[in-house]
């Protein structure tokens, strides 16, 4: 979904004419940008990757402040990986410090992968309508739904709160179904 899609949806989701996009362009953005941050930390988030290399010439621990890393970390998620040697393995020899710092032996030889929920890009006056927004494509229906209840919310109280409920309900039909689908991971063993 892009950023001309989702006021579009919003736009008809307030019965309004293509006029009023402009009257509520401040409300619109700030609404908008709330419901994908909302959506990327108590829904499904868009998860990011970074990459990183030791050449093992190091001694000591080693810290990666994942935060200050990338412009857009919210926390991590998933087990980093390990290429070593045309091997591609879950990597389970490290620590993770404040929630964003990743710790481990400066050491250890490879190419490494770290996966992390990312927060979205923030919409402004200047993002363009054919600019992709952040977020999941299974979550994409619940955007136009919660962002339309910030929006409406002021004006027709009735008419927000059943947007906002048509969006719990999504969220939770998605979550329910993702969390039977979940599997679990045996990680080392014989």
Request: charged fraction near 30%; proline fraction near 3%.
């Amino acid at each position: 979904m892009n950023w001309g899609e989702l006021k579009n949806e919003i736009k008809n989701l307030g019965f309004e004419e293509t006029e009023a996009l402009e009257e509520y362009s401040d409300i619109i953005i700030t609404s908008a940008n709330r419901a994908l941050h909302i959506i990327a930390t108590t829904a499904i988030p868009v998860i990011a990757r970074y990459d990183f290399t030791q050449d093992g010439t190091e001694s000591g621990l080693k810290r990666y402040d994942i935060s200050e890393l990338t412009c857009d970390f919210l926390a991590f998620t998933d087990t980093p990986v390990k290429v070593y040697n045309d091997s591609y393995d879950t990597f389970n020899d490290f620590e993770i410090e404040e929630g964003r710092i990743l710790v481990m032996d400066a050491g250890d030889i490879g190419d490494f992968s770290v996966f992390y929920k990312k927060r979205p890009a923030v919409i402004t006056r200047n993002t363009l309508d054919t600019e992709p927004l952040d977020i999941d494509i299974k979550i994409e229906p619940a955007l136009p739904l919660l962002t339309s209840y910030y929006v409406w919310l002021d004006d027709d109280e009735r008419k927000a709160t059943q947007y906002y409920n048509m969006y719990d309900m999504l969220k939770t039909d998605l979550l329910s179904e993702q969390n039977s689908r979940v599997r679990g991971r045996i990680i080392g063993g014989i």
